[in-house]
């Protein structure tokens, strides 16, 4: 190989690993949002916001099975008929079994995000850098998308550094990382000219894709409501509003109960 060809092997090798570089910060960066800031933003919104808007859901449903329960007994009091206080609940139960789906759904959603911050524990500047800076090097060492093909052992060791990161566990993550030393990639030294122009080729492709992946992951939620829970004047905002509901759905529920008592009573007399 003359000076030139050895040039021109030279470029395209850096040209590689400056792509190889991207993809691995761009996994990174995909890892991160979902291993640790989602999951955050989400804890920090049940916490913050979800809770209330549960408590509008709960008290939505009661208003509207109150509603419903006067009115099943306005009907059987003009038919003349007597009914007990507990005699519509079961119809109840079932006209009102999607809401009660939704309602247990987001409270499972609200148990899980919660958990995980009780769980979450708070980790000092360094070591939340150090957490980082391990993970990296694990998804540069271990990451499926740069490394197909693997045993079961990379897989079982990749997935156990992705719990860790998402736990905030550094010392498991440091401990895999010397468990993971034979794995270490021998690199693209022994690549020829050709085999480093298609290997760039297949890095450019990969690159572009992983840029839409973290473009989309970052338009979605719960990434989108970064922004707004960072904004101290919209939280205050949104749980003033939900309050304000809340407690006019109370008040139009104990409206319903009240007539329904009234009307039991009325009935009750005849």
Request: with cysteine.
């Amino acid at each position: 190989m003359n000076v030139e060809e050895e040039m021109g092997v030279s470029t395209s090798r850096e040209r590689l690993r400056r792509v190889q570089k991207r993809i691995v910060d761009l996994l990174f960066e995909i890892d991160t949002i979902t291993l640790q800031v989602n999951p955050q933003i989400e804890a920090d919104y049940a916490t913050r916001i979800g809770c209330f808007e549960n408590e509008l859901l709960r008290c939505q449903l009661d208003a509207r099975r109150a509603k419903r329960r006067l009115a099943l007994a306005q009907a059987r009091a003009n038919a003349g008929a007597p009914f007990g206080a507990d005699e519509f609940e079961a119809r109840l139960d079932e006209e009102f079994e999607e809401w009660e789906r939704k309602f247990q759904a987001n409270m499972a959603a609200y148990l899980h995000a919660v958990e995980f911050r009780a769980s979450h524990v708070a980790m000092s500047a360094f070591d939340a850098r150090e957490l980082a800076r391990v993970h990296r090097e694990f998804v540069k060492r271990l990451h499926p998308d740069t490394h197909p093909g693997q045993d079961e052992r990379a897989k079982k060791l990749f997935l156990a550094a992705q719990s860790a990161y998402r736990a905030g566990d550094l010392a498991l993550l440091r401990s895999l990382i010397v468990a993971t030393e034979d794995l270490v990639d021998e690199g693209d030294e022994a690549l020829s000219e050709d085999e480093l122009a298609l290997a760039l080729e297949i890095g450019l492709a990969h690159q572009k894709v992983l840029e839409e992946r973290l473009a989309e992951l970052k338009r979605s939620m719960p990434y989108r409501l970064k922004a707004k829970l960072e904004d101290r004047v919209w939280v205050e905002k949104r749980t003033s509003e939900l309050r304000r509901q809340i407690e006019e759905q109370k008040r139009v529920a104990a409206a319903y109960h009240a007539r329904f008592h009234s009307l039991l009573e009325e009935v009750s007399h005849r």
